[in-house]
């Protein structure tokens, strides 16, 4: 193999059809196991049907981005800065 350039394998932009049939087969057997969700999360305790929906939520709802605030008060006295901000 020449150092640097690439001299086998798949073309640029052609897909993987390994990764893809994979893919597929995990699709398909999630596909299977969705249909029977609602009766498995019957059959668990409470403390473990909670553990589970809260691990699967993840893939059915967006990530909420932690908020910061930031206090900011008007100085009395007249000077350059007319404004502190307090970031505690």
Known sequence: ????KKTG?????????LTFETR????NA????FEQL???LK?????????????????????V???SIVKVERVEKPS???FAVDLN
Do not use: Y
Not at 24 to 27: A, D, E, F, S
């Open 30 to 33: 999630l596909a299977d196991e």
């Open 80 to 82: 350059d800065d007319m």
């Open 9 to 17: 394998g798949r073309k640029a932009g052609t897909p993987n059809k």
């Open 38 to 40: 609602p009766e498995l």
């Open 43 to 63: 059959e668990l305790q409470p403390a473990e049907r909670i553990d589970a929906i809260c691990k699967l939520s993840k893939f059915a709802l967006p990530a």
């Open 24 to 27: 597929q087969l995990l699709v």
């Open 1 to 4: 193999m020449a150092t640097g």
């Open 65 to 67: 981005a932690p908020v």
